[in-house]
């Protein structure tokens, strides 16, 4: 694992739907469609479940040479050997966070949700956050009522807090392509992929819907000179 690899889709759990051997399948589809990035969020009160689940899709994400993420949970992180943690606004502070890792020797990647919060995200990046996540782009089917962020957020924080950037909430591969003119390092799914009847094929698709939307923003950006969303060729 290194911090270089955080870019691409960055697939989320979806436990109601899947669990145990089920869940372990599903996210090997999605990564055999091109998934980078796999998230383990789970908040039921089933420790054994949890423990059993993220054992083995580190292991998995491990195989594949793939970023695995826990939500929140630290010493399920620790024991288990994942990547890092995600944290969210009711979640422990990244500072302590970060201490309880170092304690255990452990260099571990460690994100934050900022939801349209700039000020939120500016503490974050300040405090070491290895990526900072915006939302919802879109209503979103797993949070219907989660307020909604601007699209112009990720390429502010992009430009301006030096980490990578992920967008999330209710990204489908239709409408992907709005968001890539503002350089998201990472787009985050639950639905999108897990609800999915294929979903190796649904994550292809939207892996391929983000390369078209980036390839698009780059032509529009270089005929365009003065356009604010330019893309540096060797920073794409």
Known sequence: MSRGELN??????????????????????AIQGGARIVQYRDKSTDAARRRDEAAALAELCRHHDRVFIVNDDVALATEVGADGVHLGREDAPLTDTRARFEAAGLDAIIGVSCYADRLRAER?????????????????????????APADVLGWAR??????????????????????????????????????????????????????????????????????????????
């Not at 919802?136 to 989660?146: I, L």
């Open 8 to 29: 691409g889709l960055y697939v989320i759990t979806d436990t109601t739907r899947f669990q145990r051997e089920a869940l372990v399948e599903a996210v090997s589809e």
């Open 124 to 148: 974050a990046a300040a405090e070491g956050a290895d990526y900072l996540a915006f939302g919802a782009m879109f209503p979103s089917p797993t949070k219907p009522h989660a307020p909604g």
């Open 159 to 236: 430009d301006r807090l030096g980490r990578p950037v992920c967008g999330i909430g209710g990204i489908t591969a239709a409408n992907v392509g709005d968001l890539m003119p503002y350089r998201p390092d990472m787009i985050a799914v639950i639905s999108e992929v897990f609800a999915a009847a294929d979903i190796r094929a649904a994550t292809e698709s939207l892996t391929w819907a983000m390369a078209a939307g980036r390839a698009q923003s780059l032509a529009q950006s270089l005929a365009q000179p003065n356009s604010r969303t330019n893309y540096d060729p060797e920073n794409p």
